[in-house]
């Protein structure tokens, strides 16, 4: 597989204590993965290591095809991403936000404002653009933050828990688009303890004590159970 995403035999520890441990996933293009796993579980590690935050010591991660460790600026060019705490300069407009977020890509100011407009309309967030974030509710600063992911036109997208402190409404209108993004072709790796974000069409890694124990379609997976009883079980955490 050279587009989407793919780790091999990635491992992490701080200090005395194994975060991840040989962990291997592969996502195409045009598929929703779920990365399902209780808190504690090295779901943040794994985000913060392929986003470059942290440099893991043992294994590969390749985005769209690219060497996260031998070239990663053209790696972390193809990646969007939607952090689990929010990152938006809230006495900024939405606007500015996302300006300011594509000239740190690099992105040319006069492909600016129609890409901006793009990225807005995709989350119905045009009407919003003018004003500040700190004037926006949950729902909404989420959607702008993924929004702003989108901006350079990425090819893989990840979101670390990005419904953490929504509603229901919200959680699962986020849900939706994101699902619906996949499916115009996006490799997206959604990262939740929760187990009503998941699909049964969804790809399915469980990550349990810095380990993948189970990797599937969701369905196929969980069998007669429900995802939220089958995930007990497995890890003994509720969902």
Known sequence: MTGGLRVTDLSFDYGPKKALD???????PG???ALLGPNGAGKSTLVSLLTRLLVAPMGDIHVAGHDLRTAPRKALAELGVVFQQPTLDLNLTVR?????????HGLPRSE?????????DRLDMRARGD???RALNGGHRRRMELAR???????????????VGLDAAARAAITEHVH?????GLCVLWTTHL???????????????GQIIDAGVTGDIRGAQTLSDWFLTRTGAPA
């Open 22 to 28: 040989c962990v291997s996933l592969a996502v195409p």
């Open 31 to 33: 598929r929703f993965c």
């Open 96 to 104: 500015q936000n996302l300006s300011y977020f594509g000239a740190l």
């Open 112 to 120: 600016m404002p129609g890409r901006i407009d793009a990225a807005l």
């Open 131 to 133: 004003e500040k974030a």
């Open 149 to 163: 992911a989108l901006l350079h036109e990425p090819s893989v997208l990840l979101l670390d828990e990005p419904t």
């Open 180 to 184: 619906d993004l996949a499916q115009q």
């Open 195 to 209: 187990t009503d974000e998941v699909r049964d069409d969804d790809a399915l890694l469980v990550l349990h004590r």
